[in-house]
């Protein structure tokens, strides 16, 4: 009995792995929502002033998560965004490297509007680091080099160091 129990129980674990392949699937043959201009052009690496002009944002129609927002960021300056969950802090963020786009307004990085440059520029430029810590079972180098492939020994040292000093 132990070994019939044994297969059903694999048999079981199979049609998950199935199902949830042919929603992985689905999920990466999607056409990504937040796409390039055609006349896309490098971001020109800058100070790395950021600024939201009369920015508003909605998840859902009707639904507004952030209304006439006007915001600079001074380069090299450390900026703290404070209030309760939901308010829309990690939605102003994430509008930055374009996991979103704004609904109106503009987010721009030294004066070119994020959506007017390629993403592959964008993101190298941006570093998002979530609330939520995730390490990955392989070495600590690995981890801190996993946000940018290719990134080599001396400059995840170099990163890790960096971390350190504003620890």
């Known amino acids: 009995a132990q070994p019939a129990r044994a297969l059903g129980t694999l048999n079981a674990i199979l049609q998950e792995a199935a199902a949830a392949l042919t929603r992985y699937f689905a999920l990466m043959d999607e ?33 507004p998560a952030l209304e006439g ?3 600079v960021v001074p380069a090299g300056s450390t900026t703290a965004l ?9 939605s102003l ?3 930055v490297p374009r996991l979103y786009d704004a609904t109106a307004g503009t987010v721009a990085i030294d004066g070119q509007d994020v959506r007017g440059v ?3 520029s964008l993101r190298a430029a941006v570093a ?8 990955f079972d392989d070495t600590i180098a690995a981890n801190i080099g996993f ?13 890790a160091e960096a971390a ?4």
């Open 118 to 120: 390629t993403l592959a």
């Open 82 to 90: 404070v209030g309760r969950s939901g308010s829309g802090k990690s």
């Open 31 to 63: 056409a990504p929502t937040i796409r390039e201009a055609p006349a896309a052009v490098a971001l020109r690496r800058g100070p790395g002033e950021i600024a939201y002009r009369n920015l508003h944002f909605r998840y859902r129609p009707d639904a």
């Open 69 to 71: 927002i006007d915001l």
């Open 128 to 135: 998002v680091v979530s609330q939520e810590v995730v390490l």
């Open 147 to 159: 946000g940018r492939p290719g990134a080599t020994m001396p400059e995840i040292v170099a990163a």
């Open 164 to 167: 350190a000093a504003h620890g």
């Open 93 to 95: 963020l994430n509008l």
